[in-house]
């Protein structure tokens, strides 16, 4: 057998030699600001190869990852269209507001509220490719039952299920997205799978969009149909990706867990430096009896100050993350009509531009989450989404005084705003949704948090969905000022506790945790030289300190 492949053989990695800044004399030296000084020099000397077989692996692994929040982003833009159509209203009589609608909205988020610390388990168990193919099974079920169905009782079941599966496997994704990815890969990896939620959100659109036209009840059918089709293409490939190679080591397969960083992570070398700066950390910090092993042990999230910090991270994305306004786009049938488009076409072609839009305003947040600070985004952007949905809900209310006599310009104004809403919220928190509450967790909590954090987002969900209706029902936009307002409170408390994650391995923010203010802890920088070849010399450190 090859040795290489024995943790044994690996060398110990070297730490970056601390100075006062003398190799910064060498010719073409400079000076560079870093959050991690020697995840840096490891990245430094190891250049993947982002074309290679492996590489490509890696990628087809995170589509896989990406096509399970497809799934879940396909319900997001499915039945706010599906209500409207005539087709749909001839068999269940839902009405398009009220209390039937929540019903058939919200028993989808019940199910995954019941689904998700069931999920966790399975995760931990199973591993994480294992648990999305179970997750798949599940929503093929759920879908088969709602697009049969013929009374809102069987739609409701279905819509129960769905949820179930739905749950299984997005707890699952985001944790393996986050797991098999190079450091400076992370936050694309992880940020790119929870874009997948345009990447369902926009198809199910478009398909409604287009069968709204046929004259049957195959025009909601088929759509309902077509949402598990992401799930047969995850249960594919789950056969042809690696297992996470930190759920490997959590399960004493630490052979394994190299094999694959040196593969992935490593050119194949499994003494490049990266690949040792991650072996050593992960098993210094990843415990092969941790509570991972104990399936309803959920005590140090909440009893050390390590767990209760990372958790709060979870607590705010998951809740900041549902309840910033995007929870509208439920309903955006009914805003459309609330500010002038009365047809159920021009409504469900909106709901189609709203989608591409927002899904372009979180792809460019994507392509620079690795390098982008997320505590400054979710600040400014937080802000700025207040600020764009008190502009549409004061045009909204201009709108209203207006009576029948709209004037098109004031309409214009208010249509453009909510769409100004969406793309800097898609921007803001589309990608980080995936990636803080991953980042946050340690390994072996990693599913169990990601599992509460799912909770959280269901519970939020389900209260948009319920409350939502009724709220639009009854007091139309002035529904819109609670965001407003609550989008500030939510910029003050990102200043004060959102703890920065960018630029540090996953091990290396346990020590961040572990400080007595992590807020600040975070916000620490590394000085380093780096020479023309691009290797690092040194840390600065203060002289004497």
Same mark, same amino acid.
């Given at each position: 057998?090859?040795?290489?492949?024995?943790?044994?053989?690996?060398?110990?990695? *070297?730490?970056?030699?601390?100075?006062?800044?003398?190799?910064?004399?060498?010719?073409?030296?400079? =000076?560079?600001?870093?959050?991690?000084?020697?995840?840096?020099?490891?990245?430094?000397?190891?250049?993947?190869?982002?074309?290679?077989?492996?590489?490509?692996?890696?990628? *087809?692994?995170?589509?896989?990852?990406?096509?399970?929040?497809?799934? @879940? !982003?396909?319900?997001?833009?499915?039945?706010?269209?599906?209500?409207?159509?005539?087709?749909?209203? +001839?068999?269940?009589?839902?009405?398009?507001?009220?209390?039937?609608?929540?019903?058939?909205?919200?028993?989808?988020?019940?199910?995954?509220?019941?689904?998700?610390?069931?999920?966790?388990?399975?995760?931990?168990?199973?591993?994480?490719?294992?648990?999305?193919?179970? /997750?798949?099974?599940?929503? %093929?079920? $759920?879908?088969?039952?709602?697009?049969?169905?013929?009374?809102?009782?069987?739609?409701?079941? /279905?819509?129960?299920?769905? /949820?179930?599966?739905?749950?299984?496997?997005?707890?699952?994704?985001?944790?393996?997205?986050?797991?098999?990815?190079?450091?400076?890969?992370? $936050?694309?990896?992880?940020?790119?799978?929870?874009?997948?939620?345009?990447? /369902?959100?926009?198809?199910?659109?478009?398909?409604?969009? $287009?069968?709204? #036209?046929?004259?049957?009840?195959? =025009?909601?059918?088929?759509?309902?149909?077509?949402?598990?089709?992401?799930?047969?293409?995850?249960?594919?490939?789950?056969?042809?990706?690696?297992?996470?190679?930190?759920?490997?080591?959590?399960?004493?397969?630490?052979?394994?867990?190299?094999?694959?960083?040196?593969?992935?992570?490593?050119?194949?070398?499994?003494?490049?430096?990266?690949?040792?700066?991650?072996?050593?950390?992960?098993?210094?910090?990843?415990?092969?009896?941790?509570?991972? #092993?104990?399936?309803?042990?959920?005590?140090?999230?909440?009893?050390?100050?390590?767990?209760?910090?990372?958790?709060?991270?979870?607590?705010?994305?998951? %809740?900041?993350?549902?309840?910033?306004?995007?929870?509208?786009?439920?309903?955006?049938?009914?805003?459309? +009509?609330?500010?002038?488009?009365?047809?159920?076409?021009?409504?469900?072609?909106? @709901?189609?531009?709203?989608?591409?839009?927002?899904?372009?305003?979180?792809?460019?947040?994507?392509?620079?989450?690795?390098?982008?600070?997320?505590?400054?985004? *979710?600040?400014?952007?937080?802000? =700025?989404?207040?600020?764009?949905?008190?502009?549409?809900? !004061?045009?909204?209310?201009?709108?209203?005084?207006?009576?029948?006599?709209?004037?098109?310009?004031?309409?214009?104004?208010?249509?453009?705003?909510?769409?100004?809403?969406?793309?800097?919220?898609?921007?803001?928190?589309?990608?980080?949704? $995936?990636?803080?509450?991953? +980042?946050?967790?340690?390994?072996?909590?990693?599913?169990?948090?990601?599992?509460?954090?799912?909770?959280?987002?269901?519970?939020?969900?389900?209260?948009?969905?319920?409350? !939502?209706?009724?709220?639009?029902?009854?007091?139309?936009?002035?529904?819109?000022?609670?965001?407003?307002?609550?989008?500030?409170?939510?910029?003050?408390?990102?200043?004060?506790?959102?703890?920065?994650?960018?630029?540090?391995?996953?091990?290396?923010?346990?020590?961040?945790?572990?400080?007595?203010?992590?807020? #600040?802890?975070?916000?620490?920088?590394?000085?380093?030289?780096?020479?023309?070849?691009?290797?690092?010399?040194?840390?600065?450190?203060?002289?004497? =300190?």
């Amino acid at each position: 057998m090859d040795d290489s492949k024995h943790d044994t053989s690996i060398k110990p990695v *070297l730490a970056v030699s601390e100075g006062i800044g003398k190799t910064a004399n060498i010719e073409g030296a400079k =000076a560079k600001e870093v959050h991690n000084a020697e995840l840096y020099a490891a990245l430094q000397e190891t250049k993947i190869n982002v074309w290679s077989k492996e590489s490509r692996t890696l990628y *087809l692994a995170i589509f896989t990852a990406f096509l399970c929040a497809c799934a @879940n !982003g396909y319900d997001g833009s499915l039945l706010t269209g599906i209500v409207a159509m005539k087709q749909f209203q +001839e068999v269940f009589h839902s009405g398009t507001t009220g209390p039937i609608v929540s019903v058939l909205f919200s028993l989808y988020t019940v199910g995954s509220i019941v689904g998700a610390p069931f999920a966790a388990m399975v995760s931990d168990k199973l591993g994480r490719r294992k648990t999305m193919f179970v /997750g798949g099974i599940i929503i %093929i079920i $759920g879908t088969t039952i709602i697009a049969s169905s013929s009374t809102t009782a069987q739609f409701v079941v /279905g819509r129960f299920i769905l /949820g179930l599966g739905i749950a299984t496997m997005t707890v699952s994704a985001p944790a393996y997205a986050m797991e098999i990815s190079p450091p400076h890969w992370r $936050g694309r990896a992880t940020g790119f799978y929870n874009c997948g939620w345009f990447g /369902g959100s926009i198809p199910a659109a478009a398909i409604v969009f $287009g069968t709204e #036209k046929i004259q049957s009840h195959w =025009a909601w059918r088929i759509p309902l149909i077509l949402q598990a089709f992401a799930c047969v293409i995850v249960m594919f490939t789950i056969w042809f990706i690696p297992e996470s190679p930190r759920w490997l080591i959590a399960n004493g397969k630490t052979d394994e867990a190299l094999e694959f960083l040196a593969k992935y992570h490593g050119n194949g070398d499994p003494n490049s430096r990266l690949v040792r700066l991650e072996i050593e950390e992960m098993k210094e910090n990843i415990r092969i009896d941790g509570i991972d #092993k104990r399936p309803w042990d959920y005590r140090p999230i909440f009893l050390t100050h390590n767990g209760r910090w990372r958790f709060a991270q979870v607590i705010m994305i998951s %809740i900041f993350g549902q309840f910033s306004g995007n929870g509208l786009g439920y309903f955006n049938a009914t805003i459309f +009509e609330n500010i002038g488009v009365k047809e159920v076409s021009a409504q469900l072609g909106y @709901n189609l531009l709203n989608s591409v839009l927002s899904a372009v305003g979180a792809l460019s947040a994507v392509a620079f989450t690795d390098r982008m600070p997320r505590r400054p985004v *979710l600040i400014y952007g937080t802000f =700025a989404c207040a600020v764009a949905l008190a502009l549409n809900s !004061g045009l909204s209310a201009a709108l209203d005084s207006q009576g029948e006599n709209i004037q098109s310009s004031y309409a214009k104004g208010a249509l453009a705003s909510y769409f100004l809403f969406n793309i800097v919220f898609s921007f803001t928190y589309t990608p980080l949704q $995936g990636v803080i509450p991953a +980042e946050a967790l340690e390994t072996t909590m990693r599913a169990k948090g990601l599992a509460a954090s799912a909770v959280i987002v269901n519970i939020v969900g389900f209260i948009n969905q319920f409350a !939502g209706p009724i709220g639009l029902q009854n007091i139309g936009y002035k529904y819109i000022y609670v965001f407003v307002g609550w989008d500030v409170v939510e910029t003050v408390i990102w200043y004060f506790f959102g703890v920065e994650s960018q630029g540090r391995t996953l091990e290396q923010l346990e020590w961040v945790y572990d400080q007595p203010n992590p807020v #600040k802890a975070s916000q620490k920088i590394d000085k380093v030289i780096v020479q023309a070849d691009g290797k690092v010399t040194e840390k600065v450190v203060e002289d004497g =300190a």
